[in-house]
């Protein structure tokens, strides 16, 4: 797949069939994407990435953990709000739009608790990767870590492979370091679910707009 069409057609995966992906792709996929630049080549990035059983204990402690109504405790601060205007507004639609798929109206508390929830269900994939980098880290590394995780988005698409970023998965990362390998001194920046879609799930219709070039971009010449 070229890189225009991958661009143009990726979208996030938020329903998965339970097979999961070969161990080799999984390996193949991020020892491509540990090639991703870095600012001064610092590479401060580590993936912790969870499978099968140990896939659905994770899922298991982090339902409970949203169902106890528990806001967990980031190991970096999440955005501030309120956000600025035009931001909020996104956000709004974003949700919103997944809200009207799956006939959720806005006023129903619970049908948004969850479509929520899905999150930790981590949308039924048979992966979880937990994207960390050293806690003494500012934006920088945030930096980094996105370009990183838009590298695995990317080959992953080229495969075949479904994924979403997950920020709220960084909400409980006590009970991530119960199952998944992360190095001692890192925090967890997000998370991502990943596996192979599943054609017959309705939230996957969703496709996000996107502002105009002229709303985001100047150009002097
Ligand atoms: C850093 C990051 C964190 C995200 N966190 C979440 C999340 O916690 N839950 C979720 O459903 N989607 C999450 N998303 C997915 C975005 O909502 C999605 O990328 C955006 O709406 C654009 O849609 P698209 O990816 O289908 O093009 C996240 C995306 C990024 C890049």
Redesign the pocket.
Known sequence: MDVRTAVKS???V?GYRPDSVPDETVREVFELARLAQSGTNNQPWHIAVVSGAACDDLRRRLCARFDARDSGERDFAAPADPLPDALMERRRA?GYSYYATMGVERSDREGRAAIAR??FELFDAPHAAFFSMPRTLGISGAVDM?IL?QTVTLLMFDRGIGS??????ANYPDTVREVAKIPEDNGIV?GMSFGYENPEALINT???PRESLDDIASFVS
Do not use: E, H, P
Not at 164 to 169: E, P, S, Y
């Open positions: 990726r979208y996030s938020r974003c899905k999150n996105g995780l979403i970023a997950q920020g709220a998965l997000f969703v496709r996000m």
